[in-house]
Each structure stands twice: as C-alpha cells, then as structure tokens.
C-alpha cells in the first residue's frame, strides 16, 4: 500500500459488471443499481484506466444535482486522488450543468471530465442516476472510447481509492487531498461570461425594459442559478421569469424533461389568457431546451432551422456558419436553410458525440438533434440556456413574435411536419424482433405502395465520420417516401426499464395554405402506414405511443 501524503491509496478487490456500457450519452441506470457495492467505483476505475490521463491532469467534475450526486461526487473525488490526477475543478456544492462542465473543461484546459447526471430522465431514491464522460475538447467521449471502458469494466479486478475524509465542497477555493488540489469553482460564472460574448447583452436588456415578458422553467434542476443569474440579474428579466428556479434532488418529484407533457406549469401559462411573449424551459442537466411563443410551440427541429437562418443576428454568429449539421432522425428544415445559405449540412447517428469532430475540425459552427437539443461550436455539448439566449437575441432585433417568426420561416422555406411517437416501457425482446423483422424486409419494401405512399428508397442508417473515417451502424431503420416523406425506427438508448421505440415521423409541405395544419392531422396517413408496416399493436399491445413530441 503506497502512502500519500499522509493518506494510504487502497486497492480494493472489485468484482467485475457486464452491464456497464455506456448508451447514446454516458452510463445511465437506476440509483439502486449504482449503490450496489462497487458499482459506481468499478465504472469509474474502468474510465481512469482507459483513459490513462498523464499524471498530474486536470480533471472537471460535476453534476446536476440529483440525488446520490454529492455521494457519488466524494467517491470519485478520492479516486481521483488515488489514480495520480493532479488537479479536480469540482462546481460548488457538486453543481455543474452539462454545457457549463464542457466550457469549464475547454477554458481551464483540463484533460478530461466526469459528469454526474441521468439527464431528463425522473431522480430520487427510485430515480435513475448516470455518469457521463468527456474529454480534453470538452465533448462527450467517442464510441470508441466508451467502448473500451465497457471492456475494462467487465475485466476490472481491484479499483484504486484515497482512505481519506470527505472533501468540503460548500466553499469556493483550494484544498488539498492527499498530492491532489481540489478547487471549488463557482458553477456559474465561466459560462455566464461565454453566454455574455455570443450574445447581444444590451439588445436583450433593452427588450426586458420595454414590455416584454419571459416565463423561464427550470424544472427544478440544474439551469435553476444559471438562469436566475443571467436572464434576472444580467439581462434585468423581472424577478419571478424564472419558475422552479430552486435545484431539488427528485427535481419535485416529475421528470426534468422540457416538453409539452412535462413542462406543464410552463404550458398553463403560456396559453393563458394573459400569457408572456417567450417560454422557455431546460432539463435536469440543463443541455435540452424546449422553446414556446404565446400559444405557440416551436419543434426542435424548427428552432434549429430558424436559428441557422437568422444566425446572423446574433454577434458570436455574425461571421456566417461555417457548416450545420442535425441528427439523422431530426427533420430536414435545417437542410433547406443550409441549401440556401451555401453551406453543407451532415447527418449524424443520434447523441451529441457525433459532432464533436466535425465542430474540432471546424467544419460546423451550429448543430442540433430533434429531442431538444441545440448547440454550436462554442463548446462541445448541448446547451439549453444558450438556446434560450440565442432566441432572445432575434427577438430583441426582430421585435416579432415567436409565432410570426416561425410562420414567415415556414413560408419562405416551406414547413416540415414533423413528430416523434415513443412507445416506453416494451418488452425488450419484442422491440429487438420488430426491429430484426423490418430490418429484414427493408430491400422488399422498396417501390412497395403502403397507403397512398410509395416506398422510393430504405435502409439502415450507417455513418461514416467524414473527419476520422470511423463508421457507425445500426442507426435506425429509415423509409423514405416521394416528395420527401420519411419515417425512423430506433431504439432508445438512455433508457433504464425495458426498450423504448422510437417512431419519427416527417412531411414536407410547401403550400401555405395547408401550414396551418396540426401535425398529428397533417401526418395522420404516415402514422397509420407505420402501424400497418410493423404491425405495432399486435405485437406491442399498445393502442397509442406512451409520449408524443
Ligand atoms: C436521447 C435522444 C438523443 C439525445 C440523448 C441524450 O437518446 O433521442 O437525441 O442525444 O437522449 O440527451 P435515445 O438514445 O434515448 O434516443 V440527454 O439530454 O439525455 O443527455
Ligand atoms: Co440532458
């Protein structure tokens, strides 16, 4: 046993797990799963090993504040200590958004970071937990990597850990554990000032002086400081825009998720009489973001679309977009703006570690997923406060509603009806037969007539990462209709209880006179089609998706 300091390093024999690989963003399983013994210390030693930092490394650690987040932070926080990093940067009392840790990680040059979070998904005792990792750009770690510490975790005999006390993560400053420093930083402060350099600070502060009203939604959860710190005291929102603004470990007992479901509170007073001008709401780790104009719903999809076409407005994005890009499963506005502003647009698997190269090889300034995720090259995450902000900005020059903004979007470039059915909760041997089953029929499908539609092309979806030639499959089994008409098949993988289906559905629809239209109307032929194609409820049971966007 060495001796450090004062403070022994222990081996602890470890047993190791064959269900620790890391899914679309990081390892995610239920709290009761990580509080078995050596869990959590047996993932954790896996990604120490793999990534064999040099001695003396950085290393950003925080998370969005859910419950067994301090427990799990003082755990690592000594093996840390115990596998020679030489410094941790740790958010005040653990706290650190997602997108705040990529840019703490990308400002104070550390060589990687663990961030404790289960995103969206419910907390609390029965809740879910996860841990995610990222690297020196700041951005989730790649496939490959994430795969070898899924190897290392199912051969881990013993992992390495600092006999020592807790560390006190109240207080900002410097300490000491063992040879490592341990710095307590303000969670808040390094992201405010990146949001104050991309954004028309002043433009915004005039635009809360007039009328202008904002009901921010944090859900309880992690964006709750941030928000308060930037929208009320920065940007001089009355104080009270910021609803849920205080961080629970159980997040209120409701899922952090910013959608029309969940986001509830936020909905009621949108589409009350006497609604704000802007809605807006984060999730629990603050990377999603759902954005509302009075009655009015923006999809993911849109909001990327119209970000990317007003980019301009913004003075971090006044130079023009380098390239876009969106997840192969979110709708194509985004391509029709890229079209037309002359630049590429890729199409990436789901999870935001697909563009982390693409925005290294600055090859993208701004991209986006359809579950409510938008970000751009100033870090390497999703970020939903700096979507809020963003959208902020054009309002502040626009002076439009959110509504007006969209239509004259839709108008100019045509809309894409657009909406994804989740089925929750499957038996996942059903799920993994249904996708099997259509798998094997996609070729036979072609050309074929299903409802009024014709079958031009299918496939599953395979990428190749156009920056290091790596090549991903098995990314969602797609059809493609004519006049651009296209349904996804994919299967969660964030999910902590059984197989979740994902159905993604999408029209193009140029004629004005029919934008109007409710999605769920405007995509009633497709959703039938799909139902027929993989005969869902004979073999589901289930009648209607568990949660629609
Ligand atoms: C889901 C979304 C995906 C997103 C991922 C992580 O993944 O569909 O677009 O990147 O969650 O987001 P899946 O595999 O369940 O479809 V978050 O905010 O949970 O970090
Ligand atoms: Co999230």
Same mark, same amino acid.
């Given at each position: 046993?060495?001796?450090?300091?004062?403070?022994?390093?222990?081996?602890?024999? =470890?047993?190791?797990?064959?269900?620790?690989?890391?899914?679309?963003?990081?390892?995610? #399983?239920?709290? =009761?799963?990580?509080?078995?013994?050596?869990?959590?210390? &047996?993932?954790?030693?896996?990604?120490?090993? /793999?990534?064999?930092?040099?001695?003396?490394?950085?290393?950003?650690?925080?998370?969005?504040?859910?419950?067994?987040?301090?427990?799990?932070?003082?755990?690592?926080?000594?093996?840390?200590?115990?596998? +020679?990093?030489?410094?941790?940067?740790?958010?005040?009392?653990?706290?650190?958004?997602?997108?705040?840790?990529? %840019?703490?990680?990308?400002?104070?040059?550390?060589?990687?970071?663990?961030?404790?979070?289960?995103?969206?998904?419910?907390?609390?005792?029965?809740?879910?937990?996860?841990?995610?990792?990222?690297?020196?750009?700041?951005?989730?770690?790649?496939?490959?990597?994430?795969?070898?510490?899924?190897?290392?975790?199912?051969?881990?005999?013993?992992?390495?850990?600092?006999?020592?006390?807790?560390?006190?993560?109240?207080?900002?400053?410097?300490?000491?554990?063992?040879?490592?420093?341990?710095?307590?930083? $303000?969670?808040?402060?390094?992201?405010?000032?990146?949001?104050?350099?991309?954004?028309?600070?002043?433009?915004?502060?005039?635009?809360?002086?007039?009328?202008?009203?904002?009901? *921010?939604?944090?859900?309880?959860?992690?964006?709750?400081? *941030?928000? #308060?710190?930037?929208?009320?005291?920065?940007? +001089?929102?009355?104080?009270?825009?910021?609803?849920?603004?205080?961080?629970?470990?159980?997040?209120?007992?409701?899922?952090?998720?910013? &959608?029309?479901?969940?986001?509830?509170?936020?909905?009621?007073?949108? &589409?009350?009489?006497?609604?704000? @001008?802007?809605?807006?709401? %984060? !999730?629990?780790?603050? @990377?999603? &973001?759902?954005?509302?104009?009075?009655?009015?719903?923006? /999809?993911?999809?849109?909001?990327?679309?119209?970000?990317?076409?007003?980019?301009?407005?913004?003075?971090? *994005?006044?130079?023009?977009?380098?390239?876009?890009?969106?997840?192969?499963?979110?709708?194509?506005?985004? @391509?029709?703006?890229?079209?037309?502003? +002359?630049?590429?647009?890729?199409? /990436?698997?789901?999870?935001? #570690?697909?563009?982390?190269?693409?925005?290294?090889?600055?090859?993208?300034?701004?991209?986006?997923?359809?579950?409510?995720?938008?970000?751009?090259?100033?870090?390497?995450?999703?970020?939903?406060?700096?979507?809020?902000?963003?959208?902020?900005?054009?309002?502040?020059?626009?002076?439009?509603?959110?509504?007006?903004?969209?239509?004259?979007?839709?108008?100019?470039?045509?809309?894409?009806?657009?909406?994804?059915? !989740?089925?929750?909760?499957?038996?996942?041997?059903?799920?993994? %037969?249904?996708?099997?089953?259509?798998? +094997?029929?996609?070729?036979?499908?072609?050309?074929?007539?299903?409802?009024?539609?014709?079958?031009?092309?299918? $496939?599953?979806?395979? *990428?190749?990462?156009?920056?290091?030639?790596?090549?991903?499959?098995?990314?969602?089994?797609?059809?493609?209709?004519?006049?651009?008409?296209?349904?996804?098949?994919?299967?969660?993988?964030?999910?902590?209880?059984?197989?979740?289906?994902?159905?993604?559905?999408?029209?193009?629809?140029?004629?004005?006179?029919?934008?109007?239209? $409710?999605?769920?109307?405007?995509?009633?032929?497709?959703?039938?089609?799909?139902? $027929?194609?993989?005969?869902?409820?004979?073999?589901?049971?289930?009648?209607?998706?568990?949660?629609?966007?």
């Amino acid at each position: 046993m060495n001796e450090i300091a004062g403070t022994r390093v222990r081996m602890i024999a =470890t047993m190791p797990f064959d269900d620790q690989r890391p899914g679309t963003s990081g390892l995610r #399983k239920k709290v =009761t799963v990580f509080r078995q013994p050596r869990y959590l210390e &047996n993932f954790v030693q896996s990604v120490f090993d /793999t990534l064999a930092l040099p001695p003396g490394s950085a290393l950003v650690l925080g998370g969005d504040g859910r419950y067994y987040n301090r427990e799990a932070l003082q755990i690592i926080i000594k093996m840390a200590a115990a596998n +020679g990093i030489g410094r941790v940067l740790i958010g005040r009392d653990g706290i650190l958004s997602t997108p705040a840790a990529s %840019c703490v990680i990308r400002q104070h040059g550390a060589s990687a970071g663990i961030i404790l979070s289960a995103s969206h998904n419910p907390g609390g005792p029965q809740g879910d937990f996860g841990v995610k990792v990222n690297g020196a750009n700041g951005g989730p770690a790649p496939s490959v990597l994430t795969e070898a510490i899924y190897t290392r975790s199912r051969a881990l005999s013993a992992y390495r850990i600092l006999d020592a006390p807790d560390v006190a993560l109240e207080r900002l400053g410097q300490s000491r554990l063992g040879e490592m420093i341990v710095e307590v930083i $303000d969670p808040v402060a390094d992201y405010a000032q990146l949001m104050e350099s991309l954004f028309d600070f002043t433009a915004i502060r005039a635009l809360f002086a007039s009328r202008f009203r904002l009901c *921010y939604d944090a859900m309880h959860a992690v964006t709750g400081p *941030y928000a #308060k710190e930037i929208l009320e005291r920065r940007l +001089g929102a009355p104080a009270g825009s910021v609803i849920h603004g205080e961080p629970r470990a159980d997040f209120g007992g409701e899922p952090p998720d910013p &959608n029309l479901v969940h986001a509830h509170e936020l909905v009621r007073i949108m &589409n009350g009489p006497d609604a704000p @001008d802007f809605g807006a709401a %984060c !999730d629990g780790d603050g @990377d999603r &973001n759902m954005i509302l104009g009075r009655r009015f719903f923006v /999809t993911p999809s849109d909001s990327l679309a119209v970000l990317a076409a007003n980019a301009r407005l913004a003075p971090g *994005y006044a130079a023009g977009l380098k390239g876009v890009a969106r997840s192969m499963p979110t709708s194509q506005a985004l @391509d029709r703006v890229a079209q037309q502003l +002359g630049i590429l647009c890729y199409e /990436t698997p789901t999870g935001w #570690k697909f563009f982390g190269n693409l925005l290294d090889a600055g090859m993208i300034t701004l991209c986006g997923e359809e579950s409510f995720g938008t970000g751009s090259s100033h870090l390497r995450e999703k970020d939903g406060l700096w979507a809020v902000l963003f959208w902020l900005n054009l309002l502040a020059v626009r002076r439009q509603p959110v509504e007006i903004i969209v239509r004259e979007h839709w108008w100019t470039h045509g809309r894409h009806f657009y909406t994804r059915h !989740d089925y929750e909760g499957l038996d996942p041997v059903v799920a993994r %037969c249904l996708m099997k089953q259509l798998r +094997g029929r996609l070729g036979r499908l072609r050309g074929e007539r299903l409802g009024t539609r014709r079958v031009r092309e299918s $496939d599953d979806f395979e *990428y190749t990462d156009p920056v290091d030639g790596s090549v991903t499959s098995g990314q969602g089994l797609r059809l493609f209709f004519e006049e651009g008409a296209r349904v996804v098949f994919r299967l969660s993988g964030t999910g902590t209880e059984g197989a979740t289906l994902r159905i993604y559905l999408e029209a193009f629809e140029p004629d004005p006179a029919r934008h109007h239209l $409710d999605p769920q109307q405007a995509l009633a032929g497709l959703i039938s089609v799909v139902h $027929d194609v993989v005969q869902l409820r004979q073999r589901t049971g289930r009648h209607a998706p568990t949660v629609i966007t």
